[in-house]
C-alpha cells in the first residue's frame, strides 16, 4: 500500500485527505515512480478549489522527482532504477507512487538532486516557454514580471541575468524585493508602496516595455496593460489574484493596439523532444549554478501535511519553491 492526498469535493485545504491506495501497476506506456520529491505549484490550488475543476475523487499535483519502479509494455526510454522528473502528468502526484507517461518524464543529471528537480521543473519548463517562445527576451532587454519573488519569478529572475536581460520584478515586500534581486532582477517594485506603471515608466525612460509577463491576473491587469508599449504583448499565465474576465477588448485598441495572449505549458511542450530540448537548457542553467532552486527548509513539508502547505502557499509567505516529502 501506499500514501497518496486526495480530495472527494472542491474547497480549502481542508479538503485534501491522506488516505492509502494499492501501489499502481504501470499501463502499456506508463512508468510507475516512487516519488523522493513533490513539487507544489499555485496551480494545484486552482484544482483543489474548482477554479480548474477534475472529476472526483481526484488526486493532486503533476510534478515529481523519484526513481524507476517499474515500466508498463513498449517502454524503452527509461528502465527501473533510473532517476526522473516529471511535471505534466495525470493528477495525482501527491503521493508515494505514481504512474506517469513515458512522454512526460525527463532523467535527472547526476549532479542535480531529487529536491532540485523537483522544485524547478515545471517552474523552469515554465520560464523556458515564457521566455523563449512566447516572446524571445533578448540581451539589454527592459521588461516586467509581476510576482518575481514566487518560485516562477525567482527562477525568471535568474534565467533573465543569464541571458543579459533586464527583468523589472514587481514584489509584496522589502524582504521579497532583496531576494528577487538578489536572484538577478535588474529592477523591483513593490506593488504595495508604489504605481507599477509608473514606476516602469521611470525605469525605462518613458519608453516602457514591449512584454509584460503576468500570473497575478485579476488585479495587475490594468497596471500590466499600461506598461505595456505601443503594440506590446501582454502575457498573462495565471490566476493567483483570481481570473481575468469580462474583459472589453477595445480596451486593447485604447491603450495602444496591443496584443494579449494566454499560454500553458501544455501548449508547448507537446511531446519527448520538445520536452527533452527544454529539460536540457533547464539543467544546463542548473548545473552551471547560473539557477539555484535549493528551498529552505521550511518550505519542506511531509506528504501527511499537505493542508499546512497550502495554507502557507497561499497566505503568500513563501519564497521560490516549496517540497512535498513523501
Aim: net charge neutral; proline share 4%; with cysteine.
Amino acid at each position: 500500500m501506499a500514501k497518496r492526498i486526495q480530495i472527494s469535493q472542491h474547497g480549502g485545504p481542508e479538503v485534501m485527505q491522506l488516505i492509502d491506495v494499492a501501489i499502481p501497476e504501470p499501463a502499456a506506456g506508463e512508468v510507475v515512480v516512487e516519488n523522493k520529491a513533490i513539487g507544489i505549484n499555485y496551480i494545484d490550488t486552482y484544482m483543489r478549489t474548482g477554479l480548474y475543476p477534475a472529476a472526483l475523487p481526484s488526486g493532486l499535483g503533476t510534478e515529481a522527482a523519484g526513481v524507476v519502479k517499474s515500466v508498463g509494455d513498449g517502454v524503452t526510454a527509461v528502465k527501473p532504477g533510473d532517476r526522473v522528473v516529471y511535471a505534466q502528468s495525470a493528477l495525482g502526484a501527491y503521493s508515494e507512487f505514481h504512474a506517469v507517461h513515458v512522454d512526460k518524464l525527463a532523467l535527472i543529471p547526476d549532479n542535480i538532486s531529487f529536491e532540485q528537480a523537483a522544485a524547478s521543473f515545471l517552474k523552469g519548463l515554465t520560464v523556458h516557454y515564457l521566455l523563449r517562445q512566447t516572446y524571445v527576451v533578448q540581451p539589454g532587454e527592459i521588461f516586467l514580471f509581476q510576482a518575481a519573488a514566487g518560485g516562477v519569478g525567482l527562477i525568471a529572475c535568474q534565467w533573465a541575468k543569464a541571458l543579459g536581460a533586464h527583468l523589472i520584478g514587481t514584489v509584496g515586500s522589502a524582504e521579497k524585493a532583496q531576494r528577487a534581486k538578489a536572484a538577478g532582477a535588474w529592477a523591483t517594485i513593490n506593488y504595495r508602496e508604489e504605481d507599477i506603471a509608473k514606476r516602469v515608466s521611470e525605469l525605462t525612460d518613458g519608453k516602457k516595455v514591449r512584454v509584460v509577463y503576468d500570473s497575478v491576473g485579476k488585479d495587475t491587469w490594468e497596471a500590466s496593460l499600461d506598461c505595456l508599449q505601443r503594440r506590446g504583448l501582454m502575457v498573462s499565465f495565471g490566476n493567483s489574484s483570481g481570473p481575468v474576465s469580462g474583459v472589453n477588448l477595445a480596451i486593447l485598441n485604447q491603450k495602444g493596439s496591443l496584443y494579449v495572449t494566454r499560454p500553458s505549458l501544455n501548449g508547448y511542450v507537446t511531446n519527448r523532444d520538445a520536452l527533452t530540448s527544454a529539460s536540457n537548457e533547464l539543467f544546463s542553467l542548473i548545473g552551471s549554478g547560473a539557477i539555484n532552486v535549493d528551498v529552505p527548509e521550511q518550505q519542506k513539508f511531509a506528504l501527511k501535511d499537505a493542508q499546512q502547505a497550502h495554507k502557507t502557499l497561499e497566505s503568500r509567505a513563501t519564497q521560490g519553491s516549496s517540497l512535498l516529502i513523501p
